[in-house]
């Protein structure tokens, strides 16, 4: 079995659309017979999934999609599916997908307290230091978080051991972003002499990266900016040193590095497919790992342009000069 697929599934698709046929762990990749079949090419664009009777064409002109029945009487002029998918595989995945389903619908919503600027002036201090002293109220920063204390207390969060010694530390000294699918918090320290700067805490689980987002100007754009920090996000949200903000459908930062998770999770959550990424990346991420991106995971986007700051460390640091570095 391939996936959900009998074994001559493979061949089949090899007898009608070449010989070009790559099998992945969650993907059959073969030539779109919608807008790439006969043509020789290196990389071919339709993913038929091995979990899910249905395929799609990441070529940026085409996007067509659907159900295998769809695509079989594309190819073979009627439908004839039920002679390559395995309906008891099929049957397991959609019972996993049930599941799925149902975790998801009972995540808890989760409350934001009060910001209490008159009690957290050092927070707010902070904030405005961070965001250039520019004129955005606080108020309006999307799941900003400074009373930590009550932000637990409201939502009933289990305090385990080591959130019980950190939570009076957290409560003087950090600032809190609720994430997207509010599934984490991603703490920031306003103290940048101590040794701990950012702390995660996970308040529900999720089935991908979360990400804390910040919207764009254009939303039917498939331009995404990503960066390591949420700072570095609001920066260029902001200034727009890479002059794109008219048309970027979103920002993101999840406080890591793993860019390929973040953008398997907005493709997931957001319905972006092969979009144009831009990374704001830091001056520790070595050059060589965008390459591995590019290289093994270029499927995923249309296209992906990274840039450091010549200045500073990364685009929270000023003065910023966005040096863009070219990938192979």
Known sequence: ????????????????????????????????????????????????????????CFKAECEASGTIRKLLKKIEGSDISDKFIDQNKLQEFKQKRAVFVDAKSLKHQILLPPLKIYRFQNKELYLKKRLKFMNVPSEHIKGLVYDVDEFININKIPVDQSLFRLREYLQNNFVGFLTENQTTVIFRNIDHSHAMRYY?????????????????????????????????????????????????????????????????????????????????????????????IKKYNGYLFNKIEVYYNKAGKDFNESPVIPTKYVLC
């Open 1 to 56: 079995m391939i996936g959900i697929y009998q074994d001559d599934f493979i061949e089949y698709l090899k007898e009608r659309l070449g010989d070009n046929i790559k099998v992945t762990a969650k993907n059959i990749i073969v030539p779109c017979p919608f807008c790439e079949y006969p043509k020789e090419k290196s990389h071919y664009h339709m993913y038929l999934s091995l979990e899910a009777p249905i395929f799609h």
């Open 200 to 292: 995660k805490l996970k308040i529900q689980d999720d089935l991908f990266l979360d990400y804390y987002k910040l919207p764009g100007n254009n939303p039917k754009s498939r331009k995404i900016v990503l960066a390591e920090g949420i700072f570095d996000i609001f920066s260029e949200h902001i200034f727009d040193y890479l002059n794109i903000k008219n048309d970027v459908k979103l920002y993101a930062s999840a406080l890591s590095s793993k860019y390929v998770s973040l953008i398997h999770s907005i493709i997931f959550n957001e319905q972006i497919f092969k979009p144009d990424v831009y990374i704001l990346s830091d001056r520790g991420v070595s050059n060589r790992y965008y390459e591995k």
